[in-house]
């Protein structure tokens, strides 16, 4: 596929403690607080956004923001920062609420990948893939770029070893992956999930479920997940007889991966031979390559810098730019200046603050501002993201829809692709083409909507 739709899940993990750091409010009465605004607007807790973005309190009272389809990844990591905007503003009303009535307690969202409880959160990528193509050889070829794409893309971490010690590892979430390919999110915890829920027309496409990514800070590893693996992607639908190192053990490797920080280690391959983290992501890199358009040579070569810092060790650019290394700086920097062993619930503190999404008090966001992580997308690129959807996919459609809709006070349910009225007889609109950015039908219900809104509609903003 030359021109690609993805979207990005992202599950956040929520508190609500007392000055005094205990907790104050149960998640669930915490999430409730958090929602109320959008329960008020919406009349539900599951609601499309005027950017077409999905917000939604998923089991276990986790806010999940499901960006709108993107076919840029950069618009895609916008869409992604405008959702982490879009849940600190109902944070910080819900702290506001709570601290009028006079409550101890102050709600705190991380996107992050694993607490200290050992639950992880999950950050989904989601591919369109044509139906008619690969998806038989997919996983193979698949698999091994999704088990080593880690040592650029991974968030980093601190792991305690069953021996007490501790050490750093590109992903933690390695850890949490108990199976290569399964129909099932949660139980199984697949790199790949299977279930075949295309969200458009199933004769023609498929939506491919890759849950083995971190929750990422960064905007360049952000990025990064979404343009390499669109590539790999591209390389599998190619046709071509590709030769890639099987891994003889996907899980394993995965774990070896995330505690060799060197990318040398042998894994153990299909073919009997080995090969490393680092060798593997060349190989994929060099094969994608000549696949690559004009105005995606900047992901090719921000791909190579990222193999090159850690094959080099030299992390002047990675540790201002990969979450993986920024992080690494900062744990080293810390423990040595305080005597502290990787393990430390400081420097777990100080990994859950990097993941705070609270625009000021936030780590990753601080170390923005003072240009130690970067910075790509303008101010007024994320601002737009929050405020329409990418222009040039469904998303679109459904933008204007909910926008409307809630510019004449009109209630409505959408989801990814249909739109309805709640009255009596309204009949649902659907688009079941992700590409689709016209139609007469959703041109109709929009002028339906502005005919029939309450009279005490507000003026459109
Ligand atoms: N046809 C498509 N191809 C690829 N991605 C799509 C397509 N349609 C929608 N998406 C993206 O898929 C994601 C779906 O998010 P959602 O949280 O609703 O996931 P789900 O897997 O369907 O449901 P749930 O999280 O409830 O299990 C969104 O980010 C959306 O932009
Ligand atoms: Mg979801």
């Known amino acids: 596929m030359e021109r690609r739709i993805g979207g990005l899940e992202t599950e956040f993990g929520l508190?609500?403690?007392?000055?005094?750091?205990?907790?104050?409010?149960?998640?669930?009465?915490?999430?409730?607080?958090?929602?109320?605004?959008?329960?008020a607007q919406g009349r539900s807790s599951n609601v499309f956004l005027r950017n077409a973005a999905r917000l939604y309190l998923d089991v276990g009272s986790h806010p999940e923001?499901?960006?709108?389809?993107?076919?840029?990844?950069?618009?895609?990591?916008?869409?992604?920062?405008?959702?982490e905007r879009?849940?600190?503003?109902?944070?910080?009303?819900?702290?506001?609420?709570l601290a009028e009535r006079g409550e101890d307690a102050r709600i705190h969202l991380f996107k992050n990948n694993v607490d200290h409880e050992g639950n992880s959160f999950g950050s989904h990528e989601n591919y369109l893939v044509d139906r008619r193509g690969e998806f038989t050889r997919l996983p193979r070829i698949l698999l091994p770029f999704l088990a080593t794409r880690q040592i650029?893309?991974?968030?980093?971490?601190?792991?305690?070893?069953?021996?007490?010690?501790?050490?750093?590892?590109?992903?933690?979430?390695?850890?949490?992956?108990?199976?290569?390919?399964?129909?099932?999110t949660t139980r199984t915890r697949p790199l790949i999930n299977t279930r075949d829920e295309p969200h458009g027309d199933p004769t023609r496409f498929r939506r491919l479920h890759v849950i083995v990514g971190d929750s990422t800070m960064?905007?360049?590893?952000?990025?990064?997940?979404f343009a390499t693996t669109d590539l790999v992607l591209r390389l599998i639908e190619s046709g071509r007889a590709v030769d890639v190192p099987?891994?003889?053990?996907?899980?394993?490797?995965?774990?070896?991966?995330?505690?060799?920080?060197?990318?040398?280690?042998?894994?153990?391959?299909?073919?009997?031979?080995?090969?490393?983290?680092?060798?593997?992501?060349?190989?994929?890199?060099?094969?994608?390559?000549?696949?690559?358009r004009e105005d995606e040579h900047d992901v090719l070569e921000t791909w190579q810098r990222a193999l090159d810092a850690v094959l080099t060790g030299d992390r002047s650019w990675a540790?201002?730019?990969?979450?993986?290394?920024?992080?690494?700086?900062?744990?080293?920097?810390?423990?040595?200046?305080?005597?502290?062993?990787?393990?430390?619930?400081?420097?777990?503190?100080?990994d859950l603050a990097y993941h705070d999404i609270d625009p000021e008090q936030g780590l990753a966001a601080s170390l923005r501002r003072r240009g130690q992580a970067p910075s790509v997308l303008s101010e007024t690129a994320i601002e737009s993201a929050r405020a329409a959807a990418p222009a040039?996919?469904?998303?679109?459609?459904?933008?204007?829809?909910?926008?409307?809709?809630?510019?004449?006070?009109?209630?409505?349910?959408?989801?990814?692709?249909?739109?309805?009225?709640?009255?009596?007889?309204?009949?649902?609109?659907?688009?079941?083409?992700?590409?689709?950015?016209e139609s007469e039908q959703v041109d109709a219900l929009i002028a339906q909507i502005r005919a029939h809104g309450s009279t005490d509609a507000a003026p459109p903003a």
């Open 65 to 83: 923001y499901a960006t709108a389809e993107c076919d840029d990844w950069w618009e895609l990591v916008a869409q992604d920062k405008a959702g």
């Open 152 to 184: 650029v893309t991974g968030a980093g971490g601190v792991v305690t070893e069953e021996d007490g010690g501790s050490r750093f590892v590109f992903s933690r979430r390695s850890d949490h992956m108990w199976e290569a390919v399964s129909s099932a």
């Open 15 to 39: 508190v609500c403690v007392r000055a005094d750091g205990t907790r104050a409010l149960e998640p669930e009465a915490a999430a409730r607080e958090l929602f109320r605004p959008v329960v």
């Open 86 to 97: 879009i849940l600190a503003d109902l944070m910080a009303r819900a702290n506001a609420a």
């Open 319 to 350: 540790a201002q730019t990969l979450d993986w290394a920024i992080k690494e700086r900062l744990f080293t920097q810390v423990a040595a200046r305080h005597g502290l062993a990787l393990g430390d619930p400081r420097i777990e503190r100080l």
């Open 392 to 437: 040039t996919t469904r998303a679109h459609l459904r933008g204007r829809f909910v926008t409307a809709s809630e510019e004449a006070h009109v209630d409505h349910v959408a989801d990814w692709t249909t739109m309805r009225l709640v009255r009596q007889g309204a009949m649902p609109v659907s688009v079941m083409d992700p590409f689709q950015t």
């Open 218 to 225: 960064s905007e360049v590893s952000t990025w990064l997940r």
């Open 246 to 292: 099987e891994l003889e053990d996907t899980i394993s490797a995965i774990r070896v991966v995330a505690r060799d920080l060197p990318g040398t280690e042998p894994l153990p391959l299909a073919s009997g031979r080995t090969a490393s983290a680092l060798q593997i992501q060349q190989r994929y890199l060099d094969l994608v390559a000549p696949l690559a």
